[in-house]
């Protein structure tokens, strides 16, 4: 959920200042000043068949995968002070996420938080790391953060994104530039992420094209970016003439949810910081609802808490750390979503959350492997109302 | 602002012959070493003081205002030939201040598990050679190794070249220096200078990357009267810092690949050489 920040990053503004003095060929961090732009798209070394050349339904997965880093303790969310990982963090955690991917075996996986070239989680390429790990063919990795060192709290290197896999030829890629926040100050703007929408057009064989979206949407303006943002994605999406799936972290909670704040995860002492998680307003994200359809229907999400919890996607301490009541914190907010248009549908009983092992046959424990929950379902192409 | 600035330094220059001597400035950053009592010190270049009998001490006053003490001896260890000199250097400074100042930036605060930059003190040794009138040429070869006193949990910056060469011995472990250097004075108060620089330093935690550094600088002296000089110049620097870009490989196909990253950095400094 949080990327980097916290007041640290007001503290650097003085070393950014003096290091955006010097002139060098690499930006000290792109802008990343554009519309929209096409990205290439990259393979998997030897290609791997899918079973069904022309499928009438596509399983799909959303997933936030915190940059590999599992359960390790950042220093931004205030339950540790971890900067960085060695390789081999790094490389047991992202196994640990393609087994995960291997046992549901997702035909289109949309990841968020996935990084190519970062210091944090050394320098390891993840995107074609599952490219690899998996067996998704073809990857566009979109880039929202591209910083060539970023002097606060030692963090150094940023190259991180949001991707979208899939089994079946990516014939065409873009991202689109979403609006920055604007409650920062200019050079801690410089410094980071800038938020996209990534666009895919996934050619799933007998003459048919679908597109795929992958977004993440800002978690602690006090702005209103975030709303910006998500309506912008409705108006993109709205402008989409193939049939698509858009999933990905929205940073928001369902319309009819109950709890909306005094999260178990949130530390004491990120309590009263600029970072503390501004209040959320899910009704921004009723429009989804109304237009699209969800992976898990607000009637299926329940009207009580106890109801809600089987969609819950997230949780920033995980079950290492304790609640007020002594109990292994577990997923506590939905912030992760799946929609495709009312022409399509979602096949029943196969779209969830993986929260624990069991859930859609896996075996991995998605609690332990990032502070999100996969969302999954299976998209039957034109099952729904024409 | 600029132009007031470079016609006041233009008049400066146009006017210090008239204070000159008739003898050129001499070069700085060769193994000849200063006469007793005589002193040289910059705002980036070293502060050097003449001891006597072949002997000068230098210090960088830069780490010292982050609260890194530094020191280094040079002493002519003798001459080949005429106006050949070998000069021998032995320093030692102690880094951690610096460390321990700039967390929070360059390192992290740890607020959590209470860490801290460790303590390190690091030795140079190195050796120079300097021959030449009016065209001085200088090589230099020179290491340096830190020595952890105890733990120590940061680990290379992976920054721009000057930062990271800076830190390499704590850091890394070493950092090994050469360097070539030819220095001439065009006019009695007018200096030209060029150099080259290789480094190497200690290996870095995570996946292998070059530990070869390579610089390149240009820059000129003017002399304004009998004890200022202003430098201006600029430094290029060839080395690896983790740039990737995506290329297309024989095969078709996208992969994103290692490249060494180029910067070029000015160069400016105000120093005070009584002549």
């Known amino acids: 959920m949080a990327l980097l920040t916290r007041r640290r990053a ?53 997933w936030n995968v915190k940059y590999g880093a599992a359960r390790i303790d950042f220093w931004f969310d205030y339950w540790g002070d971890r900067v960085q990982m060695t390789k081999q963090e790094v490389a047991e955690n992202m196994a640990d996420l393609y087994r995960l991917v291997n046992e549901y075996d997702p035909d289109i996986l949309m ?61 065409f890629a873009e991202r689109i530039r979403q609006e920055d926040r604007t409650d920062q100050d200019g050079i801690t703007a410089k410094f980071y992420i800038h938020r996209m929408i990534g666009r895919a057009v996934i050619d799933v064989g007998a003459g048919r094209d679908v597109a795929a979206y992958v977004v993440h949407t800002e978690a602690y303006d006090v702005d209103g970016t975030k709303g910006r943002q998500i309506q912008q994605i409705y108006e993109e999406i709205k402008k989409e003439t193939l049939p698509f799936v858009l999933g990905g972290d929205f940073n928001e909670l369902p319309p009819s949810s109950i709890k909306l704040v005094g999260f178990p995860d949130e ?81 029943p009983g196969k779209a969830d959350v993986l929260q624990e092992p069991g859930r859609q046959g896996i075996q991995s424990d998605p609690l332990m492997l990032s502070d999100h929950a996969p969302v999954v379902g299976t998209w039957v192409l034109g099952g729904g109302t024409p | 602002m600029k132009r007031a600035m470079f016609a006041a330094i233009g008049l400066l220059a146009l006017l210090s012959p008239a204070f000159a001597s008739a003898e050129p400035m001499p070069a700085r950053e060769t193994a000849r070493v200063l006469d007793k009592g005589k002193l040289s010190g910059g705002l980036l270049s070293p502060f050097e003081l003449g001891l006597g009998g072949g002997w000068e001490v230098t210090t960088m006053l830069v780490p010292w205002l982050l609260l890194s003490p530094n020191v280094t001896f040079r002493g002519e260890l003798g001459h080949l030939g005429k106006g050949v000199v070998i000069t021998g250097e032995y320093g030692l400074s102690v880094p951690t201040g610096a460390m321990r100042l700039t967390q929070g930036y360059l390192f992290p605060t740890w607020e959590a598990s209470g860490q801290r930059p460790g303590w390190v003190v690091a030795p140079t040794a190195g050796l120079w050679i300097s021959g030449g009138d009016r065209g001085v040429l200088t090589g230099r070869l020179e290491t340096t190794v830190g020595l952890s006193l105890g733990d120590n949990p940061a680990t290379p910056l992976e920054s721009y070249a000057p930062l990271e060469l800076l830190f390499a011995p704590a850091l890394n472990g070493f950092r090994v220096r050469t360097g070539l250097a ?39 002296e003017i002399g304004l009267g009998k004890t200022v000089r202003v430098a201006l110049g600029g430094i290029w620097y060839n080395y690896d810092q983790r740039e990737k870009v995506l290329e297309k490989g024989g095969d078709g196909r996208w992969l994103r690949v290692p490249v060494r990253s180029n910067d070029f950095f000015p160069t400016f400094d105000l120093i005070l050489r009584p002549r």
């Open chain 1, 10 to 62: 007001s503290y650097a503004l003085s070393m950014s200042a003096l290091l955006a003095l010097l002139p060098a060929c690499e930006p000290l961090a792109d802008d990343l000043d554009f519309v929209r732009q096409e990205v290439q798209v990259t393979t998997r070394s030897t290609l791997v068949p899918p079973a069904e050349p022309a499928p009438a339904t596509l399983k799909v997965m959303a």
């Open chain 2, 182 to 220: 030819y220095d001439y004075a065009i006019l009695d108060w007018l200096r030209a200078r060029a150099a080259v620089n290789g480094y190497a330093i200690g290996r870095s935690p995570h996946p292998p990357r070059s530990p070869f550094y390579a610089s390149a600088e240009v820059g000129i």
């Open chain 1, 111 to 171: 990841t968020e938080e996935i990084e190519v070239n970062s210091r944090r989680s050394a320098y390891y390429d993840m995107v074609q790391g599952m490219l690899e790990g998996t067996s998704l063919n073809y990857a566009a990795y979109i880039q929202t953060w591209n910083s060539r060192f970023i002097p606060s709290e030692g963090v150094g290197r940023m190259d991180l994104g949001n991707a979208i896999f899939s089994k079946y030829p990516i014939t």
């Open chain 1, 267 to 347: 530390h004491p002492s990120s309590l009263g910081t600029e970072y503390e998680q501004p209040p959320y307003t899910p009704e921004i994200m009723q429009k989804f609802y109304d237009d699209y359809v969800p992976w898990v229907s607000l009637e299926a999400y329940g009207t009580t808490e106890a109801q809600q919890r089987r969609s819950f996607t997230h949780t920033v301490a995980g079950p290492l750390h304790n609640d007020a009541q002594g109990n292994p914190q577990f997923w506590n907010r939905t912030l992760d979503y799946l929609f495709v248009t009312k022409a399509d549908a979602w096949a």
